[in-house]
């Protein structure tokens, strides 16, 4: 992308783990000169395990960074140094934590009027705001794990789908104050938080209950809005998503298969019909894809355009022919020298995606280019 709309702009990031860092790495995509505050040795996200192990190489790229001890008095004049250049400071840290360094939005903003602070936070303002949260704490507090998991058993979402989507809901806000800074000259304090971010998301099974009366299911326990609306068995072991979710889709369906008692059954004309009589429809489906192998099902579906998928692994998504033609994945390497593809930010602007400027700095990297030869521990590391 030649031109990349948020040129220009300093944004200064303290932040570790998965929310904070996805404000930082969707700014920095969209080209933003993200300088990201590590303490001395970076990060201790860089050195996690298991699940974690992820975290950093995903929403790090294109940053530079420098490792300072905020402890320390020259720490503080490089941490004050940098905020002061900003247009942007993000933070996700515990509560009170900046702010007793001096570095919280109340100070940082009478220093540099134009700043736009984003707080990344577990909960907005009211009796929960001091406490502690984590995406599985807002998932399962917020209604997300219980619709998710099957009856009596709350089940987090398979990624980190409350961090990266408050992240999301925190960019919108910057974006959204910047816009105003346009007309006003003045910065802003932006908040965004898990818990509220869940709520959000379950908002559609909120208002299912004020307009149905009845409270929604959780997902695997659902009643479905179509009659086909499921996973199904194939013949190779393999599963296949199908949906048929409108009255002509119907007609396509039964004509694509053959199934001519269906198409002239005047009772499964209109789709609620259809979902009232599911437990008529769906063996008869079952028993049909079981018969057939998964690249079969999914081509016929995919000519008569229904929605389909193949129950896809993390993994496979490497070597996903689409991902791949349109510059979904970015190329990065680790400081060890390991090679890798990650997903690219999901928008295109005329055309283009936005790819990688900066790959995944070590601790410290960039301390001498940014303090202009700096002379102290923190600048050389």
């Known amino acids: 992308m030649s031109s990349l709309p948020l040129e220009g702009l300093r944004v200064v990031e303290f932040s570790h783990m998965v929310m904070g860092p996805s404000i930082g790495l969707i700014l920095g995509d969209l080209g933003a000169d993200v300088i990201k505050i590590e303490p001395e040795g970076g990060d201790h996200t860089r050195r996690l395990l298991g699940s974690g192990a992820g975290y950093f190489p995903m929403y790090n790229r294109n940053k530079r960074s420098v490792c300072i001890n905020l402890k320390t008095p020259e720490g503080m004049d490089q941490a004050l140094e940098l905020a002061d250049s900003a247009d942007i400071v993000i933070e996700n840290f515990r509560p009170g934590a900046l702010e007793k360094l001096g570095l919280g939005a109340a100070n940082l903003r009478k ?24 995406d599985e704490v807002a998932q399962m507090m917020g209604g997300l794990a219980y619709m998710t998991g099957p009856p009596g058993r709350p089940l987090r979402a398979g990624a980190s789908v409350i961090d990266v989507t408050g992240g999301m809901f925190g960019v919108i806000g ?71 979710v409108s009255d002509s889709q119907w007609e396509l369906f039964c004509a694509a298969f053959g199934l001519d008692d269906f198409a002239a059954d005047e009772s499964l004309k209109l789709n609620n019909e259809r979902v009232l009589a599911r437990d008529r429809i769906l063996p008869v489906i079952r028993e049909m894809f079981s018969s057939m192998k998964k690249a079969e099902l999914l081509g016929k579906l995919e000519a008569i355009g229904l929605p389909a998928a193949p129950i896809t692994r993390p993994e496979e998504l490497f070597d996903d022919p689409h991902l791949n033609a349109g510059g979904g994945l970015v190329d990065l390497s680790l400081p060890d020298g390991t090679q890798m593809r990650l997903p690219a930010l999901p928008i295109e602007i005329d055309g283009e995606r936005a790819g990688v400027r900066h790959n995944l700095p070590e601790p410290g990297e960039h301390g001498k280019e940014i303090f202009g030869g700096g002379n102290s521990k923190a600048a050389d590391s």
């Open 111 to 134: 220093r540099n009027p134009r700043l736009i602070f984003c707080s990344a936070k577990g909960f907005l303002a009211g009796p929960y705001e001091q406490r502690t949260a984590l």
């Open 174 to 244: 910057i974006l959204a104050a910047l816009e105003r800074r346009h007309r006003t000259g003045e910065g802003a304090e932006v908040k965004c938080s898990l818990f509220e971010t869940t709520a959000f998301l379950v908002g559609q099974h909120m208002a299912q209950q004020a307009v149905t009366g009845k409270a929604a299911a959780p997902m695997p326990a659902r009643i479905s809005a179509w009659a086909i609306y499921d996973v199904f068995d194939v013949a190779d072991g393999e599963q296949v998503f199908v949906g048929v």
